[in-house]
């Protein structure tokens, strides 16, 4: 990360803390700004915010790692995630897994080089007996096929 960026960071991090204040209750908001405004939350990032809040780095990144929707490496424009809990495993999930993989030239955790796309596996979505299941950003997929599957990919996208 280049010199000017950590600052222009560690400024709105200020700001932030200005916001919602430098207790521990304000970590989580704090970091759902960062994560929307920049895509995931760099390792400088969360220094600083264990910093102001007078806490170990590890603790923010353990809260990190906790949310689906924090993230502490860069990610693509569009998340797609597909269920990779028992129902959908056993509904050939494997069988999207190559599809999208397939159609975007990419792996699992991977993002592709226009930064369109992000793939990772996630927890069950709660739609276990519509599976398999996959969501791309806010929206969930069912009973998909892997035709319909990368059918999605496009639509949401556009
Ligand atoms: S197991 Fe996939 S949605 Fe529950």
């Known amino acids: 990360m280049l010199v000017f960026e950590k600052t222009f960071l560690a400024e709105e ?28 939350i760099s390792d400088y990032a969360q220094q600083e915010v264990a910093r102001h809040l007078s806490i170990q780095p590890v603790e923010v990144y353990s809260v990190i790692s906790f949310y689906a929707f924090l993230n502490s490496e860069p990610k693509g424009r569009n998340i797609v995630r597909v269920c990779k809990t028992i129902s959908c495993d056993m509904k050939n999930k494997i069988s999207i897994v190559k599809a999208i993989e397939r159609e975007l030239g990419i792996k699992m955790g991977e993002t592709t080089d226009d930064n369109k796309f992000t793939i990772e596996y996630t927890n069950c979505l709660g739609l276990c007996d519509e599976g398999p299941a996959m969501g791309i950003n806010e929206q969930v997929f069912t009973k998909l096929t892997p035709e319909t599957a990368v059918k999605h990919l496009h639509e949401v996208v556009g």
Do not use: M, T
């Open 13 to 40: 991090i200020e700001q932030l803390i200005e916001k919602y204040g430098n207790a521990r209750s304000a970590l989580l908001p704090i970091l759902q700004e960062i994560q929307s405004k920049h895509r995931y």
